[in-house]
């Protein structure tokens, strides 16, 4: 578990950013202006946008660490993400979701 042990003062931004709100869906969609960030695809409701986590970490929501993809690109991302952490498999049904 040492990938989470990154730790350092932000520990109440951590908390604020834990979980992928709606808000701060909003906001990287905006900066993206709904944009695939890899392949500039519009998003359209079947093909997006999915949330990769840069730096890996998903418990870390903070705007800065999120990029808006399609669901061509996030299928790459995806895998990085579900093995990296436990919340993978939520997040996958979250996609599915979004899918339908
Ligand atoms: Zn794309």
Redesign the pocket.
């Known amino acids: 578990m040492s990938f989470f042990g990154t730790g350092n003062s932000e520990n109440i931004d951590k908390k604020k950013y834990e979980s992928l709100t709606l808000s701060i869906r909003q906001t990287v969609l905006e900066r993206s202006h709904h944009r ?1 960030q ?4 519009k998003f359209r409701g079947s093909n ?1 946008p999915f949330f990769e986590h840069i730096n890996g970490s998903l418990k870390d929501n903070r705007p800065s660490n999120l990029r808006s ?2 669901d ?3 299928e790459h991302v995806k895998k990085k993400e579900s093995r990296k952490g436990f919340l993978g498999g939520m997040r996958n049904n979250l996609g599915q979701m979004f899918g339908n």
Not at 38 to 41: N, P
């Open positions: 695939c890899k392949c500039s695809v997006g993809l399609c061509k690109c996030f």
